[in-house]
């Protein structure tokens, strides 16, 4: 990518990811969306081939090296997605009240019997367990399994076509979170250099562990919260996870509507305070699909996940498949921008700060965000190799944005994702009077600082350590 100063940045905290489809895959529209704010692209590995994503790497890749700006890719594998079998005449319609039975015999079905090729629902499913079909729009009751199929009672009846999808709310079923289709996309999005691991319906953090194991530190775990069985297991898939979404679509249709809002901000409120980056996705401007404008509940719900402190809100269909591609980007970035111009917006991210962590790192991350406060510093220069020392000053949410100095392209990339960090490429300091020097280049060539103005510094020493943040300077622009 160019060494040209990065003089291209957001004046804004909170971040933006726009999911690539076919509105959008061409680089004259990807160009538009990125200037419009789009941080990170999302590419959604249950459609399009390996040749359609590469093309889409391929471009990004240039838009990044014309912007002169490190570029997020988020690969987001499809996961164990459980559907019904076919049916005879395409459809049915199911009655409520009627019996109505899964079964595992490939034979088109009719409005008494379908295929269900999913032995672990058999296995795992008892007397009353509840099977929602078709994004929850019908519910089955299980009344009896006979081993090879389940004798279900229909709950709430409807029209039911083929391979529409099942879901289980009710138990953990023992399938991994990686199908042999995500482990080709992932090999494949790994090689292309994603930077971002979207890891779907996830129950466990072992689920979390696979992925890590596979993706060997070539790119960050981001876990999708989609089940309520994650939400049972949260402290555990917090802990070995980069990143997380509030993947609110499967979410609500697993959870009762009205437990979707407190599941959001409950999983909001916790990574903040393990400072992992949190994503807000599903429906955020979901009319923006056919509309040029959003309805006024839609820019309400972005602008409560920029007052719950969320480090990015992401487009999905608006962006994919939608007619206003660049309209809903530049709406996202217009509602975040004036939330975060509130006075309200402040003392509600401040009220809502975690407490620091018990190592040095973190106090020495906590005490920049306090003196860069306390003096009206315009910047937080903070020095590091793998992104942590970042995320530990991002983690603080504070007053000045973070310009992130980082000999690394890889590491500049994920920082995309991350609340109010602005991440430059740079090689690595070898003393504290270099970095100091480079500290205050950097805040005057990228627009942050002016001559008498003070600016925070936060390294580690010694220099290209990871980890090790452990140095606080303040010094003048002159």
Same mark, same amino acid.
């Given at each position: 990518?160019?060494?040209?100063?990065?003089?291209?940045?957001?004046?804004?905290?909170?971040? =933006?990811?726009?999911?690539?489809?076919?509105? @959008?895959?061409?680089?004259?529209?990807?160009?538009?969306?990125?200037?419009?704010?789009?941080?990170?692209?999302?590419?959604? #590995?249950?459609?399009?081939?390996?040749?359609?994503?590469?093309?889409?790497?391929?471009?990004?890749? *240039?838009?990044?090296?014309?912007?002169? !700006?490190?570029?997020?890719?988020?690969?987001?594998?499809?996961?164990? %997605?459980?559907?019904?079998?076919?049916?005879?005449?395409?459809?049915?319609?199911?009655?409520?009240?009627?019996? #109505?039975?899964?079964?595992?015999?490939?034979?088109?079905?009719?409005?008494?019997?379908?295929?269900?090729?999913?032995?672990? /629902?058999?296995?795992?499913?008892?007397?009353?367990?509840?099977?929602?079909?078709?994004?929850? %729009?019908?519910?089955?009751?299980?009344?009896?399994?006979?081993?090879?199929?389940?004798? @279900?009672?229909?709950?709430?009846?409807? +029209?039911?076509?083929?391979? %529409?999808?099942?879901?289980?709310?009710?138990?953990?079923?023992?399938?991994?979170?990686?199908?042999? %289709?995500?482990?080709?996309?992932?090999?494949?999005?790994?090689?292309?250099? @994603?930077?971002?691991?979207?890891?779907?319906?996830?129950?466990?953090?072992?689920?979390?562990?696979?992925?890590?194991? =596979?993706?060997?530190?070539?790119?960050?775990?981001?876990?999708?919260?989609?089940?309520?069985?994650?939400?049972?297991?949260?402290?555990? =898939?917090?802990?070995?996870?980069?990143?997380?979404?509030?993947?609110?679509?499967?979410?609500?249709?697993?959870?009762?509507?009205?437990?979707?809002?407190?599941?959001?901000?409950?999983?909001?409120?916790?990574?903040?305070?393990?400072?992992? +980056?949190?994503?807000?996705?599903?429906?955020?401007?979901?009319?923006?699909?056919?509309?040029? *404008?959003?309805?006024?509940?839609?820019?309400?719900?972005?602008?409560? *996940?920029?007052?719950?402190?969320?480090?990015?809100?992401?487009?999905?269909?608006?962006?994919?498949?939608?007619?206003?591609?660049?309209?809903? &980007?530049?709406?996202?970035?217009?509602?975040?921008?004036?939330?975060?111009?509130?006075?309200?917006? !402040?003392?509600? /991210?401040?009220?809502?700060?975690?407490?620091?962590?018990?190592?040095?790192?973190?106090?020495?991350?906590?005490?920049?965000?306090?003196?860069?406060?306390?003096?009206?510093?315009?910047?937080? $220069?903070?020095?590091?190799?793998?992104?942590?020392?970042?995320?530990?000053?991002?983690?603080?949410?504070?007053?000045? +944005?973070?310009?992130?100095?980082? +000999?690394? /392209?890889?590491?500049?990339?994920?920082? *995309?994702?991350?609340?109010?960090?602005?991440?430059?490429?740079?090689?690595?300091?070898?003393?504290?009077?270099?970095?100091?020097?480079?500290?205050?280049?950097?805040?005057?060539?990228?627009? #942050?600082?002016?001559?008498?103005?003070?600016?925070? &510094?936060?390294?580690?020493?010694? #220099?290209?350590?990871?980890?090790?943040?452990?140095?606080?300077? $303040?010094?003048?622009?002159?």
């Amino acid at each position: 990518m160019s060494s040209r100063p990065h003089r291209l940045r957001r004046r804004r905290r909170t971040r =933006i990811i726009a999911t690539v489809g076919p509105a @959008c895959a061409n680089a004259e529209m990807l160009g538009r969306l990125f200037h419009a704010g789009a941080d990170v692209f999302r590419l959604n #590995f249950s459609h399009g081939t390996h040749e359609d994503h590469a093309k889409s790497f391929a471009l990004i890749r *240039a838009l990044e090296e014309q912007a002169g !700006r490190p570029i997020g890719i988020l690969a987001d594998v499809q996961g164990p %997605k459980l559907r019904v079998g076919r049916f005879a005449g395409g459809r049915v319609h199911l009655q409520t009240g009627q019996a #109505f039975t899964l079964d595992l015999n490939p034979t088109p079905g009719n409005a008494r019997r379908v295929n269900l090729p999913h032995t672990e /629902i058999m296995q795992a499913a008892g007397i009353g367990t509840t099977l929602l079909l078709d994004d929850g %729009k019908l519910r089955l009751r299980v009344v009896r399994n006979r081993g090879d199929r389940l004798e @279900c009672e229909v709950v709430t009846g409807g +029209p039911l076509s083929d391979r %529409k999808g099942v879901n289980v709310p009710d138990i953990v079923l023992p399938i991994p979170a990686l199908t042999q %289709k995500d482990h080709a996309d992932l090999t494949f999005a790994l090689d292309q250099g @994603c930077d971002f691991v979207g890891l779907s319906f996830v129950q466990r953090a072992e689920d979390v562990a696979q992925a890590r194991e =596979i993706a060997a530190g070539r790119a960050w775990i981001m876990t999708k919260l989609e089940k309520p069985q994650a939400l049972d297991n949260l402290d555990a =898939i917090l802990a070995l996870s980069d990143a997380v979404m509030v993947a609110r679509g499967d979410l609500g249709v697993e959870l009762p509507p009205e437990e979707v809002p407190l599941a959001q901000k409950r999983i909001v409120r916790a990574a903040r305070a393990l400072g992992r +980056p949190v994503v807000v996705a599903t429906q955020m401007l979901e009319s923006m699909i056919t509309a040029p *404008a959003p309805t006024r509940a839609e820019a309400s719900d972005v602008a409560t *996940a920029v007052f719950d402190g969320a480090d990015a809100v992401m487009l999905s269909a608006e962006t994919a498949a939608g007619q206003y591609p660049y309209e809903a &980007v530049n709406m996202m970035d217009r509602i975040i921008a004036r939330t975060e111009a509130d006075a309200g917006w !402040r003392e509600t /991210i401040d009220a809502t700060r975690p407490p620091p962590g018990h190592s040095s790192a973190d106090a020495i991350a906590a005490a920049a965000a306090q003196v860069a406060g306390s003096i009206g510093a315009p910047v937080i $220069v903070a020095f590091t190799e793998s992104g942590s020392t970042a995320l530990r000053v991002a983690r603080t949410r504070p007053a000045a +944005p973070v310009a992130a100095i980082t +000999p690394t /392209i890889a590491t500049a990339r994920r920082l *995309a994702v991350v609340w109010g960090v602005h991440a430059v490429i740079s090689t690595g300091a070898h003393s504290v009077t270099e970095a100091v020097s480079r500290a205050l280049r950097t805040a005057v060539s990228d627009g #942050f600082a002016e001559v008498g103005q003070e600016v925070v &510094v936060v390294a580690g020493l010694p #220099f290209g350590q990871t980890g090790s943040t452990n140095m606080l300077r $303040v010094a003048a622009v002159r």
